[in-house]
Nanobody, 115 residues
Framework: QVQLVESGGGLVQPGGSLRLSCAASLSIFSMYAMAWYRQGPGKQRELVAVITSGGSTNYLDSVKGRFTISRDNAKNTVYLQMNSLKPEDTAVYYC?????????WGQGTQVTVSS
């Protein structure tokens, strides 16, 4: 059974940093595109960042320059480094794995940015 397990969420003050991790039990992790989505209170889920199997990245405009997605194929893990956090970054962050028509989701981790 495939599992994506996120960790690293929590409460942080504005301007602070967090690093999210997602450990995936995928046999061919390196072939999957990995992404982070988020869903804020009363909002729709949105794509925050994606990293392809080849290492190309793309970001939501509002997080460009502040967030960095990376992957370690040897550890089957994807990361999201979040700097200069703002209150509007408050959301549940979800890890996603995508290959062809296959999608897997993690259970989510809460990130709260508040003073």
């Amino acid at each position: 059974q495939v599992q994506l397990v996120e960790s690293g969420g929590g409460l942080v003050q504005p301007g602070g940093s967090l690093r999210l991790s997602c450990a995936a039990s995928l046999s061919i992790f390196s072939m999957y595109a990995m992404a982070w989505y988020r869903q804020g209170p009363g909002k729709q889920r949105e794509l925050v960042a994606v990293i392809t199997s080849g290492g190309s990245t793309n970001y939501l405009d509002s997080v460009k320059g502040r967030f960095t997605i990376s992957r370690d194929n040897a550890k089957n893990t994807v990361y999201l480094q979040m700097n200069s956090l703002k209150p509007e970054d408050t959301a549940v962050y979800y890890c996603n794995a995508h290959y062809a028509s296959i999608y897997y989701w993690g259970q989510g981790t809460q990130v709260t940015v508040s003073s």
